[in-house]
């Protein structure tokens, strides 16, 4: 039997089966923690998807799949992707809020992505290099933006520690960071979505949401890998301004 150029052969999963994924030599200076990651990338079929479609990473596709679902990348909408690189959620952003004028009779949009490093242009959006915690970043966004936001996303997640419970606890705070920013820039109505990690440490930032918007979603996408803790928050129907927490009110 001829084989098809570039083919493999793996061992046999099955009645007249072949295992097809492409496995990783363990080479010199290549930890095992590396040989995985490079093997399970290698066999996602949203990495390869991403490659076809010109998405800069399997990320975009996670945004897809919570927009298909709720519908806040609407034509006309005005988005800041906090965290923006390497640029796959702009890149999606773009096309569903008409953001390039594409669709005749239809709203255009705005897209800014705004990240701590460079992120390379992407046709259609505004990119620039801001800390979001900054002082003042608040009036640069809606400056840059020319007015209030219809949504702010964010699929920010602090370097690993290694350490599960400290690595929960730091998205937690980016995630809190993020909502402060969407509470000044948002207009009524609008939306915020953002990824957290499951680990329970989180309910404090869901009660303030729930003050804030009308619904308030926790979702895992498709596209969010089965044995990772990632899951994102899509808050719907931002009420306005912050309301006071009754507790603080009765504090001294």
């Known amino acids: 039997m001829t084989k098809a150029p570039g ?5 046999s999963s099955g009645r007249g089966q072949r295992d097809l994924r492409v496995r990783v030599k363990t080479a010199k200076g290549r930890k095992l923690s590396s040989k995985l990651w490079l093997e399970r990338q290698l066999n996602d079929p949203y990495v390869a998807r991403a490659r076809r479609e010109g998405y800069r990473g399997r990320a975009a596709y996670k945004i897809l799949e919570l927009d298909d679902k709720y519908r806040f990348l609407v034509p006309g909408a005005r988005v800041v992707d906090l965290g923006c690189a390497p640029g796959g959620w702009c890149q999606v952003a773009v096309g569903r809020v008409n953001a390039l004028g594409e669709k005749s009779g239809k709203a255009v949009g705005k897209v800014l992505g705004v990240d701590l490093q460079e992120v390379d242009p992407i046709a259609g959006a ?3 290099q801001l800390d979001f915690l900054s002082e003042g970043a608040d009036q640069q966004v809606k400056d840059w933006l020319g007015g209030p936001a219809d949504v702010v996303m ?3 997640a602090a370097a690993s520690s290694g350490h599960k419970g400290t690595d929960h606890l730091r998205i937690v ?3 809190e ?3 402060a920013l969407a ?3 948002l207009e009524p109505g609008g939306t915020f979505v953002a990824k957290v990690l499951a680990g ?3 309910t404090e930032m869901q009660a303030m949401l729930k003050r804030n918007f009308d619904k308030v979603a926790n979702v895992k996408p498709p596209a969010s890998r089965s044995d990772s803790s990632e899951k994102f928050v899509v808050a719907t129907g931002f009420r306005g301004r912050p309301q006071a927490d009754p507790q603080a009110d009765q504090q001294d």
């Open 154 to 156: 964010s699929d920010m």
């Open 126 to 128: 505004e990119i620039h």
């Open 7 to 11: 083919s493999r052969e793996g061992k």
């Open 183 to 185: 509470f000044d820039i």
């Open 177 to 179: 960071a993020a909502a």
């Open 173 to 175: 705070a980016l995630v």
């Open 200 to 202: 329970g440490a989180e």
